[in-house]
Structure formats: structure tokens, C-alpha cells
């Protein structure tokens, strides 16, 4: 079966430090990985996309990175956190004409 | 532009009640519609989906009701129940350029609170 796996589940990170947020999909082989934000009782944007290995789209501009070093692990970095970088972090998988399915979420509190 | 307007933004319905939330799209190109259901500090998951080639879809107690000339689709859930308490979020798909690229194109959700 196809499970996703992202972690930490909740992060409070300083202004100005360093983030990583790694996410792994089992079960399945060269799927879509998608990286959203969630703020506080709002809707989902979209912030990275990636259809293969080291192939990364960006949706906002924005002081965030993703990168996707092998098939089925995607990472979401910044060099320097900001106060309005704090929200709710899913990763997501899909395949073509498939459904994305989500992880549990990791709540960033930028402080 | 938000390509896929979500209405309303919350809801209160009584137990047995049957909340209906409404989505609108632009796009004619989109040819997948899935509903997510949302618990609070828990990603979205998948709860129904349609295609345009049908008007109605039934899981269970949830129903989603398509018009393609319209461009609407609506969730509906029947005899509604406070464990139903979430945030509902519709969402559009199209074809991507390389064809394996199938980006959802989201609602801005509706939180629905069921009283029991």
C-alpha cells in the first residue's frame, strides 16, 4: 500500500535560522510530490511542485526551497526563516489521473 | 484569479441536517473534481471525486452533484453527523503541459460545524 511520511509533526524555529522539512513516499514509483502551506483557517497554496528527480517547479516566490535528491523523498529548506513563514506544512503525492493524498502535516511556528 | 470558487465559508447545521457546500470553476479544460475533508492539525484527505462525464456521484452518505453547463459542483452530505465537523475543500483538475503534470486547483474551503 502507498503511505506518505512527513516529520516533525509541529517545529518552533527562531528568526533567521535554517529549515528542513523532508517528506517520503513508500509504496509507489515516480509519483507527483507537492509541497502546500496551510495558514491558520485559510486554504491551501501550493508552493512546490515536482514531477521527477531534481525537476522542481515553483508556485510563489517566496523564501522557501524544495528539492527532490530521489524518487520518492521531497524536501522543503530555507536558508533563513521569516516570522510570515510560520503555518501548516503538507506534502502531497499523486500519479497521473490519480488523487493526491496527504501527510499529517508539519505546524511551523516561526518565533 | 482564483479559479475555483468555494461557497460557503462556514456552516452550522443541526444532527440530520444536510449541509450543501457549492464550488464554481471557470476552466472548461478541468476533467476532475475531487472534495477533501480536512480534521484540524491533520492534512486533507480524499473524500469523493466525479468526473464531468456523470452528474451524480454517491459514497456512503456523502453526494457530489455535477453541472458541466453550469460549471458547479456541490457536496452534499445527508443525515449529517457531528463527527462530519470539519473543513471541506473543493478542488479542480486539469491535463498539465507534459501530461503527467495534474496540479489540483483548490477551493478556499468551508468549515462546517454539525451541533449535535
Known amino acids: 500500500s502507498q503511505t506518505i511520511h512527513q516529520w516533525p509533526a509541529t517545529l518552533v524555529q527562531p528568526v533567521g535560522s535554517p529549515l528542513s522539512l523532508e517528506c517520503t513516499v513508500e509504496g509507489t514509483s515516480n509519483p507527483n510530490l507537492y509541497w502546500y502551506r496551510q495558514a491558520a483557517g485559510r486554504g491551501l497554496q501550493l508552493l512546490f511542485y515536482s514531477v521527477g528527480i531534481g525537476q522542481i517547479s515553483s508556485e510563489v516566490p517566496q523564501n522557501l526551497s524544495a528539492s527532490r535528491p530521489q524518487d520518492r523523498q521531497f524536501i522543503l529548506s530555507s536558508k533563513k526563516l521569516l516570522l510570515s513563514d510560520s503555518g501548516f506544512y503538507l506534502c502531497a503525492y499523486g500519479q497521473l489521473r490519480t488523487e493526491a493524498f496527504f501527510g499529517q502535516g508539519t505546524r511551523l511556528t516561526v518565533v | 484569479q482564483q479559479q475555483v470558487k468555494q461557497s460557503p465559508q462556514s456552516l452550522i447545521v443541526q444532527k440530520g441536517g444536510i449541509p450543501i457546500i457549492n464550488c464554481a470553476y471557470e476552466?472548461?479544460?478541468?476533467?476532475?473534481f475531487p472534495w477533501y475533508q480536512q480534521f484540524p492539525g491533520k492534512g486533507p484527505a480524499l473524500l469523493i471525486a466525479?468526473?464531468?462525464d456523470v452528474s451524480e456521484k454517491k459514497e456512503g452518505r456523502f453526494t457530489i452533484s455535477f453541472n458541466k453547463s453550469a460549471k458547479q459542483f456541490s457536496l452534499h452530505i445527508m443525515d449529517s453527523q457531528p463527527g462530519d465537523s470539519a473543513t471541506y475543500f473543493c478542488?479542480?483538475?486539469?491535463?498539465?503541459?507534459?501530461?503527467?503534470?495534474?496540479?489540483?486547483?483548490w477551493g478556499l474551503g468551508t468549515s462546517l460545524a454539525v451541533n449535535p
Open positions: 466525479i468526473r464531468p
Open positions: 476552466n472548461t479544460a478541468f476533467d476532475y
Open positions: 478542488a479542480a483538475q486539469a491535463p498539465g503541459e507534459a501530461g503527467n503534470n495534474r496540479k489540483l486547483i
